[in-house]
Nanobody, 115 residues
Framework: QVQLVESGGGLVQTGGSLRLSCEGSGSGFSNNAMGWYRQAPGKQRELVARITSGGRPTYVESVKGRFTISRDNARNTVYLQMNSLKPEDTAVYYC?????????WGQGTQVTVSS
């Protein structure tokens, strides 16, 4: 059974940094895109960053220059390095992994940025 397990969330002050990790169990992750969504209270879930199997990243405009997505295919792991955090980055962050037939999701990790 495929599972995605996230870690690295927490409470940080404005301007601080956090690194999220998402490790997948099972096989085939290296062949597919992975990424991160986030959902703030009362808002729709939005795509924050994604990375292709070949390592090409894309970002939502609001995090460009502050967040960096990367992956380690040998570990089935995707990372999200978040720098210069702002209160508006506060949300539950979910990692995902595409497959040919479905999308797998992690359980979510809370990121809270205090002002």
């Amino acid at each position: 059974q495929v599972q995605l397990v996230e870690s690295g969330g927490g409470l940080v002050q404005t301007g601080g940094s956090l690194r999220l990790s998402c490790e997948g169990s099972g096989s085939g992750f290296s062949n597919n895109a992975m990424g991160w969504y986030r959902q703030a209270p009362g808002k729709q879930r939005e795509l924050v960053a994604r990375i292709t199997s070949g390592g090409r990243p894309t970002y939502v405009e609001s995090v460009k220059g502050r967040f960096t997505i990367s992956r380690d295919n040998a570990r089935n792991t995707v990372y999200l390095q978040m720098n210069s955090l702002k209160p508006e980055d506060t949300a539950v962050y979910y990692c995902y992994a595409n497959s040919p037939f479905t999308t797998y999701w992690g359980q979510g990790t809370q990121v809270t940025v205090s002002s």
